[in-house]
């Protein structure tokens, strides 16, 4: 568990009552219930006079004060700092003591909620100490290259996701907040943004994977009250809320997160057991400070950390069977696939006890997690609903990716939420497969059916519309669970981009080991601040071609989010279907998976916004060092082409 020494709270995860001891358990390991991320309280009327960022004026008080309280501004503080606290380790039953930059006073970095047609404005206020060495390179007294990660306290913040201005003080990744500087970020979320899952976190070129490592990432939900109608879509929200058993925004959050937190001994030398993983004394303090040795390709999987939920090691939930839950997975982490299963523990599970080894951890889903599979009903892919409910028992998450599931347990008893990686499918290094946390299920009811279970659940939240919309949502959940009236944006058609007359852009992602130091590319070139890789224009839809020449990288684009129109195969030639494509085809996301043999086309509306943006790797140690690209979106002159920008 991470904990701020001070204690935190915060919602009861499931929404239910913990019921841990009626359960029993197949661990001797200290209870840890789970809990969900504390809200974070946005300001009150008018702004305090500490907290004012440049920009205020003599109007302020007032005006803003009323924006505040008729809900058309709401306003956030978020410090950043470095918080003492702890981390439970399965391999020695005992806390370790940690120091990691964080959002506020708690290491879990607590969830913010907006809503359409809503003007956020969050300060941000860098609270870190300067670093006496930062932009230079100690060793050689020279400033360090673009693509060597540095300036570790150095950051600003990116809003994961969210269909909004990439300029100014919106969500612009290219400004540098050094330690001491405080800069207000205004988020002009427009009426018809979808409602849906997103996250913030840092983006700081160089110091992206250890502020992310260390923490510093939480939830943004922006909440959803629009019913369909016959000539509009709606929000999910309106459909699930009324028949969820944890109905609380904030209780559905599960932001998943890997702390590599290291100890080092007075020489600099990683602290480690004489089976190689990293070990804390009780007198050191972990800490995500050697970006060397925190985040080399196999440093997790050696480590002997474990994936977090919401802040807690191997934590335990409460639920009831017959329920239905709805969970918004945020995969936080910077570089480890997590393939997430929920299954029942075995009739005949022992005990174990602590997890001194890799063959430990893996021997303990072995034996534990032996029983039924608990179906994932996914309703929305990176915050934006899906065509059609898409069912699965393995739900592969990779770095940046959000997925939105519906599930009821069947029965009561105890279950297992792990991870099932084998190491196969792995962005970074390899892992194997390690129990995250369980799930206490207490209760009479049985549920033999949970796909009719969810469908009837979704004509229950159907039931207060009226008229033709009833008829047609109805029509679609009793014809394949079809989400027709829900999904946000319409399919970009081989029409709208004949229309557009732009080229394909091919991207290539590589990492060149034949070089030294090793280069992070995309198309061959490492990142250059000072370039514009591709220039594109408003009102055009365009299709992307993805690849990769080595190893999987997740491909992230910021702004406007792409709809996936088809992945194939390189060695069959056919369309990949299953494993990491499994129903991804016709999904609308801002990140995805490329697989060194998957040829990936998706297509993507420049709508609304103008100015510059990246696109990156989201491994975040692979964007550090150079695996990114700043793109524009620029007016179109009167013949249709792109205006250049500036004076001219």
Known sequence: MVRNLNGWGGATLLGTSLLLAACGSVSAEPTRPLQAPALLAPEGQSPRDQDKPQGYNLLSMGALGAAIQQGREIHYILPIKYTDGTIYNPATGKDDKVRLRSYGDRFLAPTILMEPGQTVRISLSNQLPAEPTCGIDPSTGKPYPTNQPHCFNNTNLHSHGLWVS????????????????????????????????????????????????????????????????????????????????NADYGAQVMLIQQIPYACFDQDGKLETASNGEWVCKDDQIGKVENFKVQFDPNAWSQSGRFTMFNGIVRPQMAAAPGQLYRWRLIHAGVEETINLRIRKVGAKAPKTGLLKSLKAVRQEVTNTCTGTDVTQYEVATDGLTRPA?????????????????????????????????????????????????????????????????????????????????????????????????????????????????????????????????????????????????????????????????????????????FQVVSIINKTTGQEWTDGIYAGMKGTWKDTLI???????????????????????????????????????????????????????
């Open 166 to 245: 990439p300029t100014g003080n919106s969500d612009n990744v290219l400004l540098n907040i050094e330690p001491g500087v405080n800069f207000q970020y205004e988020y002009n979320v427009p009426e018809d943004h979808p409602a849906g899952t997103f996250w913030y976190h840092p983006h700081k070129h160089g110091s992206t994977a250890m502020q992310v490592g260390s923490g510093m990432a939480g939830a943004l939900v922006i909440k959803g009250n629009r019913a369909p109608t016959t000539l509009s879509n709606g929000d999910l929200d309106t459909l699930l809320q009324p028949v969820l058993a």
């Open 594 to 648: 490329t697989d060194p043999n998957a040829v990936i086309t998706i297509r993507t509306r420049y709508a609304r916004y103008i100015g510059e943006f990246v696109l990156h790797c989201h491994i975040l140690d692979h964007e550090d060092q150079g695996m990114m690209q700043n793109v524009q979106i620029v007016l179109p002159d009167r013949n249709g082409k792109a205006m250049p920008m500036g004076h001219h």
């Open 389 to 561: 409910v898409y069912a699965k028992t393995v739900n592969n998450l990779q770095p940046g990716y959000r997925s939105d599931i519906l599930f009821v347990l069947p029965e009561a008893g105890r279950y297992c939420v792990y991870d099932d990686s084998d190491g196969t499918d792995q962005v970074a290094g390899k892992d194997n497969p390690k129990i995250i946390g369980f799930i206490d299920a207490v209760g009479p009811t049985k549920v033999p059916d949970t796909t009719k279970f969810v469908q009837d659940k979704l004509l229950q939240g159907a039931s207060s519309l009226t008229g033709p919309v009833k008829d047609e949502v109805v029509a679609g959940i009793n014809d394949g669970l079809k989400l027709t009236k829900y999904v946000p944006h319409p399919t970009i058609t081989d029409a709208e981009i004949k229309q557009g007359g732009q080229p394909d852009i091919p991207i290539t992602f590589n990492i060149n080991v034949k070089v030294k130091p090793t280069q992070f590319t995309v198309n061959g070139k490492e990142y250059d601040p000072a370039v514009v890789d591709h220039t594109l224009i408003l009102g055009t839809a365009q299709q992307w071609i993805l690849k990769s020449d080595f190893v999987n990288h997740p491909f992230h684009i910021h702004v406007n989010p």
